[in-house]
């Protein structure tokens, strides 16, 4: 392939950012200009010569602008092989000229969907002519230049003044390119049908009956950002956001302050915002995550309140996390949280004392959200394995106090209920095995991924004990706490533990083969234990 001269265009834009400059630019050199519909007048309004597809095809629009480049002469021109002297006759015969560059972008199918438009409205912005212009240049890339970017067109440009056209390499790009586009685009299309309820219910409530999970995962993100490394220094990465509709979460935060976030401080932060998205509608809360468990969570009646005692469940651990919060973060939050040296602080808004706070220290990043997911939202996590991907619903069950059985000779009261019901709801976001302690709002030890219960139990109330002594406290806060376990006990080794830390009350899924021998030694124990019929493993 060698560098090919342009002499005829066809533009067909929906956005027509910089259409206008660059037909100018293309007219200046000599370029003969084709156009469709809206971008045909953008350009004669600029006072410049264009010619309408129809002119061409001799068809006019038709069938509100449905059909209008699915025509021999438009594919003719940007698929015929130029050295193929079957297809140059081809062309003569039927009076097919040469396209040369096609400049084009597609109908706003993605944001159409995500502003929530009507069933017949998202249909009429699916685009068929666009995507199949892109797939035939794309595919001619010997002889057609395609730019469905309106980013690469100085780059065109420059080609065209330093070479008198386009280099093999720059069509090879700009093809690749355009196969990305139209794949994301189908794909798009195909997750509004596979997964319409999740978008917005587009399609109607019984759109999906037998499953959420279609034959064929259609998936199209586009790359946000490249990070400065993966997990660890050696890996690369880059973090990738949903071409449509997306729940906010991280990638869309603004970033007031701070470096760029690197991989773990998104997992970290991640985990932090769907955390204290479960206490939305709280009074003022606090989470804190260190790699990507909590660390210290608390509600109070201010925020700082609850800041301080999230950070009392855990002050070794906070070091270096992440703090997300539930109400716009203040003056006195903001110089608690400065006190150690915090990665990351997530917030719905942030007052201007507290940005100026937060300013002096560079190198914490400050995210803001418009507002914090809804926890029990709808959609579906992806894990990739050897060979394959794991999909799976979101963990958006959740518990009431209606909904739990007692199966203790004493029921808890009130209050140890209320810390039974907080303990369980942190407790979802704790690796597994996890067990959470808490005591009137507040957690008092966390134990994550051990490899049994008892073993969790035993470190949960062994930080609580070492926070209890730097705090200066005459107990631990485990004493007359409430603790809950992500799964069920297999055995009473691990309730034993939390019955030998000062807990008074329990609650778990149940369902264990020893639920019997686990609601006895409860029982010897004088615990309150309640039942959920539901589990939170988290891996």
């Known amino acids: 392939m060698s560098t090919m001269a342009i002499r005829r265009a066809l533009l067909s834009v929906s956005d027509k950012s910089g259409i206008v400059e660059l037909a100018q630019a293309l007219a200046a050199r000599g370029v003969e200009l084709v156009s469709t519909g809206g971008t045909a007048k953008a350009i004669r309004d600029a006072g410049l010569p264009v010619k309408d597809v129809a002119d061409l095809t001799g068809f006019p629009e038709m069938m509100d602008g449905r059909v209008k480049t699915l025509h021999p002469v438009v594919h003719g021109g940007l698929l015929a092989v130029r050295d193929d002297a079957a297809h140059v006759a081809s062309m003569e015969e039927h009076g097919i000229g040469p396209i040369d560059l096609l400049v084009i972008n597609l109908y706003p199918f993605e944001s159409t969907v995500a502003k929530g438009a009507a069933r017949d409205e998202v249909v009429e912005n ?50 690749g390119k355009a196969y990305a586009l139209t794949a994301a685009y189908d794909a798009a299309i195909a997750s509004w049908f596979a997964f319409a309820d999740a978008f917005g219910n587009p399609l109607g409530p019984d759109a ?18 490249e990070l400065r490394y993966g997990e660890n220094p050696h890996q690369s990465a880059a973090v990738y956001v949903p071409r449509g509709p997306a729940t906010p979460g991280i990638p869309q935060a603004r970033q007031l302050q701070g470096k760029e976030l690197s991989y773990n401080n998104y997992n970290d932060a991640d985990a932090a915002l769907e955390l204290i998205a479960e206490f939305a509608e709280s009074d003022p809360a606090v989470a804190i995550i260190k790699h990507a468990n909590p660390c210290g969570v608390a509600q109070a009646s201010t925020l700082l309140a609850a800041y301080e005692a999230a950070f009392d469940c855990d002050r070794t651990s906070a070091f270096g996390g992440i703090v997300a919060t539930n109400r716009p973060l203040d003056a006195e939050t903001a110089r608690a949280i400065t006190g150690i040296f915090t990665e990351v602080v997530i917030a719905p808004g942030a007052d201007e004392e507290a940005q100026a706070i937060f300013a002096a220290k560079k190198n914490l990043r400050l995210l803001l959200v418009d507002s914090l997911p809804r926890a029990n939202r709808p959609g579906l996590q992806l894990k990739t394995i050897a060979g394959g991907l794991l999909v799976q619903s979101r963990d958006n069950g959740t518990i009431s106090a209606a909904d739990l059985k007692v199966v203790t000779k004493r029921a808890p009261t009130e209050r140890e209920l209320a810390d039974c019901l907080f303990a369980w709801t942190v407790a979802k976001h704790v690796k597994s095995n996890a067990i959470v302690y808490a005591k009137d709002g507040v957690t008092a030890g966390i134990g994550a991924g051990q490899m049994n219960r008892r073993d969790s139990s035993r470190i949960a109330a062994i930080r609580a004990a070492e926070s209890a002594e730097v705090a200066g406290w005459p107990a631990s806060r485990t004493v007359g706490s409430a603790v809950a376990s992500d799964a069920f006990f297999p055995f009473p080794d691990g309730l034993l533990a939390a019955a030998e830390a000062g807990a008074t009350a329990v609650i778990q899924p149940g369902g264990a083969m020893n639920d019997a021998d686990v609601i006895a030694a409860a029982d010897e124990a004088g615990l309150a234990m309640v039942f959920t019929g539901m589990r939170h493993f988290r891996h």
Do not use: W
């Open 126 to 175: 699916i685009d068929i002519g666009g995507p199949a212009m892109v797939r035939s240049s794309a595919k001619n890339h010997a002889f057609v230049t395609v730019l469905t970017d309106p980013a690469d067109y100085p780059e065109l440009l420059a080609q065209l003044d330093a070479d008198g056209g386009t280099s093999a390499a720059f069509r090879i790009r700009m093809a």
């Open 208 to 225: 999906l009956k037998a499953t959420p999970f279609p034959a064929t995962l259609p998936l199209a993100f586009a790359r946000k950002d």
